[in-house]
């Protein structure tokens, strides 16, 4: 559960550069290691979600987060 907590304190921090452009994101669940975030706003349909997921979001997690593995959109 302590895991879980990071990554939503992590999220929090993320979501206002989200919010900027349009865009925000959703905790869905923290399972194996794998979050579950639902993208929502304007990063549906953008051409750069999967740099935004990968490269922004996962990357961040996986390393301020031990435990976390990878980061999927659903």
Same mark, same amino acid.
């Given at each position: 559960?302590?895991?879980?907590?990071?990554?939503?304190?992590?999220?929090?921090? %993320? +979501?206002?550069?989200?919010?900027?452009? *349009?865009?925000? &994101?959703?905790?869905?669940? $923290?399972? =194996? !290691? #794998?979050?579950? %975030? +639902?993208?929502?706003?304007?990063?549906? *349909?953008?051409? &750069?979600?999967?740099?935004? $997921?990968? =490269? !922004? #979001?996962?990357? %961040?997690?996986?390393?301020?987060?031990?435990?976390?593995?990878?980061?999927?959109?659903?």
């Amino acid at each position: 559960m302590e895991m879980e907590k990071e990554v939503k304190r992590i999220l929090e921090q %993320i +979501r206002p550069y989200l919010n900027r452009d *349009g865009g925000d &994101l959703e905790f869905v669940k $923290l399972e =194996d !290691g #794998i979050v579950y %975030i +639902r993208m929502l706003g304007a990063c549906v *349909g953008c051409a &750069l979600i999967d740099t935004t $997921l990968y =490269d !922004g #979001i996962e990357r %961040i997690l996986v390393e301020r987060v031990p435990g976390v593995i990878a980061v999927v959109a659903v």
